[in-house]
């Protein structure tokens, strides 16, 4: 095990910055404690390893256990947003100026770890949250390593791409996924090591390395790099809900991707940041029409 403090010189927002990393409230590689200790899983190119943080007045205090222990402790302020840059970030839209008036804490963390966030997108694919986090927390009981540290059993890290490639058939349709995800996933773990160097790259370089796998989409890619590079600008094109929650939020109209790109085009390179501030504050649109059905692959 190790400890450290990261000291950073404005307000953390762990909960709002991490967000995006957790895939439901059971995933089983994020936990939350009563007494604010946040935990989190994720392989690493030394093993797995797990990362417990706690915040107060002296700063982030954060320690992790497992082999991946090293590698992980360099990593951790990234995952708090101490890369993202704000610099240029100067809103003039009322809403936008709003909204980051109202969270200052939240940052555009990037966890260095493409396979991580590409695995849990690819089981997004087409599919409502239900039935992704569902299959999700399936996959890493199934093939996930037990959390190293003081997790007790029901936390996993998330599986790597050797365990995904020696899981059967019987073991993939037990965890709900259909033929595609299945096959996309598989593809994924075959270069999975040549993917990683995607976070060297530049963002759009390392988004068409993505897209050259089979299956995987801008849409994949997109929210691959926002949490494994921390993308200010990587915008989900072909998102269900996106859309309707950032023409909802500037002119009060539901839209589709391409008013959506239309409307984002002036807070260019910063997309992303506004879709998240939006996101974590601005109003939703009223649902109308029968929700999308939940399928379950497992009774097929």
């Known amino acids: 095990m190790r400890e450290a403090v990261w000291r950073p010189d404005w ?23 009563p007494d604010g200790v946040w935990w989190h899983t994720t392989t690493t190119p030394e093993g797995p390893a797990t990362v417990a943080f706690r915040v107060d007045r002296e700063g982030v205090h954060h320690a992790a ?20 840059d704000r610099s240029d970030f100067r ?16 940052r555009l963390g990037r966890t260095n770890r493409i396979w991580d966030a ?9 599919v409502t949250s239900v039935e992704a986090h569902q299959a999700w927390r399936s996959l890493l009981l199934t093939a996930g390593d037990p959390a190293p540290g003081p997790v007790g059993e029901r ?10 490639l020696a899981l059967t058939d019987w073991q993939w349709h037990r965890c709900g996924m259909d033929g595609q995800r299945r096959r996309t996933l598989r ?33 994949t890619a997109a929210e691959t790099m926002q949490r494994a590079c921390g993308d200010p600008d990587a915008v989900s094109v072909g998102d269900y809900h996106v859309p309707s929650l950032v023409g909802w939020a500037l002119i009060g109209e539901r839209i589709d991707d391409e008013r959506m790109l239309e ?8 997309r992303q940041r506004i879709v998240r501030l939006i996101e974590c504050g601005a109003p939703r649109p009223p ?5 999308v059905p939940i399928r379950s692959y497992r009774s097929i």
Request: net charge positive.
């Open 287 to 291: 649902r109308r029409g029968p929700r």
């Open 65 to 84: 256990w497992g082999s991946g222990t090293d590698w992980v402790m360099d990593t951790v302020p990234g995952w708090l947003g101490a890369a993202d």
């Open 91 to 106: 809103p003039t839209d009322p809403i936008v100026v709003r909204l980051d008036h109202r969270f200052p804490g939240l």
């Open 155 to 164: 936390m996993r890290v998330p599986p790597t791409p050797e365990a995904l």
């Open 187 to 219: 593809a994924a773990a075959t270069v999975a090591q040549r993917l990683e160097a995607g976070v060297g790259m530049s963002a759009p370089d390392a988004s068409k390395r993505l897209q050259v796998v089979p299956g995987v989409g801008v849409w």
């Open 118 to 126: 590409l695995v849990a997108a690819i089981i997004e694919q087409k």
């Open 11 to 33: 307000p953390v927002d762990v909960a709002r910055t991490l967000g995006p990393l957790r895939r439901g409230g059971r995933d089983p590689s994020f936990r939350r404690d």
């Open 263 to 270: 409307l984002l085009e002036p807070f260019r390179p910063h």
